[in-house]
């Protein structure tokens, strides 16, 4: 089996990749949300892998993971590979986790982020309203997250919030020192989600870099009564091409408040200085961007060893992505705790993606499908009605 082809398409906010060889096989990969840019880095990878077998997998990555970098250029690395996977699976009739080494658990567990819903306001009782909702969801999450802190309006909408500058156009909305009133803001805030939330579903928080290390002392230590899921991203994290380990570590080391960053960290490699120096108490890689499946799984046994747990990041609004995270969650360690899953699907998936009902969400879970590959193919005559404008050539 060869590879023949590679087409690139934006459906919806994510970038499809369609890999497609002379078997009349076909597999598919996605980049994360707001990520139409790709389409160029994608197809630069395309002269690397023409000709090769997709079932060889890390023979495919080896020529092109070393070209990769921080995105978007991981983020195409990352699509191909999960089509690869998605190829290789239905070469051989079976389940993505089966070539991960199969199931350690049937029932994989994700957590909601709400899509991060508008708040009426930035008050702590707008907080509570928020998780109140996400609690109410039908499909009974028992882990939800909501952001706070720099990854929230607060720097704009809460009065002396900050000493640092408050900025936009740049990721998140700044950096620098909180004001007392700023800090004991945020701090109230996550009580009040707390007290809403009971100890029936647990709370995480999604920070966003730009918390200077005073502040993210203070923060984890006034929350530790809560035993909160984790701190997110203080540090580093979102829109950040490094990683400052040492950093994070000296906020680990000075609270029992669970430390989280990973996201938009590019191969297990960069994840060294994370876990050998035991400077977060959680890993959150996202397969979309730091290479692939695979990477993630590496990622993910490689923190077992060093006692840390992993909870992977899941952005994006699509399905292969979702897919994918199931499929490699389910052959993790038991360091694996929950995927991050965006509550923000548009619901026309449904109607144009075969087997999709199968990584629904019921009692807080998702049962594990068994389909090969990754278990969803498109209905390409009502997709096509998707696709963006120039990419109506994806399916053909």
């Not at 969801?137 to 900050?162: A, D, L």
């Not at 297990?268 to 961007?289: H, S, T, Y």
Request: charged content about 20%.
């Amino acid at each position: 089996m060869k590879l023949i082809d590679m087409k690139v398409a934006t459906m919806g906010h994510n970038t499809l990749v369609r890999l497609i060889t002379d078997e009349g096989l076909e597999g598919y990969g996605e980049i994360e949300r707001n990520s139409s840019y790709t389409k160029p880095q994608l197809l630069f990878y395309q002269q690397h892998i023409a000709g090769e077998d997709p079932t060889n997998v890390e023979r495919v990555m080896l020529k092109i993971r070393r070209l990769g970098a921080f995105k978007p250029w991981g983020s195409a690395v990352s699509a191909i590979e999960m089509a690869l996977w998605d190829l290789a699976g239905k070469a051989a009739g079976l389940p993505v986790h089966k070539l991960m080494g199969g199931k350690v658990r049937d029932f994989v567990r994700p957590y909601s982020t709400g899509g991060y819903a508008p708040l009426r306001d930035q008050s702590p009782e707008a907080y509570a309203e928020i998780v109140r909702g996400q609690k109410a969801y039908p499909e009974g999450f028992t882990i939800v997250k909501q952001g706070v802190g720099w990854h929230s309006g607060m720097p704009k909408e809460v009065p002396n919030f900050t000493y640092g500058e408050v900025r936009q156009g740049y990721g998140h909305l700044g950096k620098g020192l909180l004001t007392e009133q700023g800090l004991d803001h945020v701090v109230a805030c996550i009580e009040a989600m707390a007290a809403e939330l009971g100890d029936e579903v647990g709370l995480a928080i999604d920070c966003g870099p730009g918390w200077m290390v005073p502040d993210a002392i203070r923060l984890a230590k006034a929350v530790e009564h809560l035993n909160l899921m984790w701190l997110e991203d203080l540090i580093t994290g979102d829109y950040s091409p490094h990683v400052t380990a040492s950093v994070y570590r000296e906020v680990t080391q000075a609270t029992s408040t669970p430390i989280h960053t990973g996201e938009q960290i590019y191969l297990r490699q960069n994840f060294m200085e994370l876990i050998e120096g035991q400077a977060v108490r959680i890993v959150g890689p996202d397969p979309m961007d730091m290479g692939g499946l695979r990477e993630l799984k590496w990622v993910a046994e490689y923190a077992d060893l060093h006692g840390i747990l992993m909870a992977p990041h899941g952005g994006g609004d699509g399905v292969f992505g979702l897919a994918g995270l199931v499929q490699t969650c389910a052959a993790m360690p038991q360091n694996y705790i929950a995927f991050e899953i965006p509550q923000c699907l548009p619901t026309w998936w449904k109607d144009i993606v075969i087997g999709l009902e199968a990584y629904a969400v019921k009692n807080g879970l998702i049962e594990v499908p068994d389909k090969p590959g990754l278990g969803i193919e498109f209905i390409k005559d009502k997709a096509a009605g998707y696709l963006g404008a120039g990419d109506e050539g994806f399916f053909d």
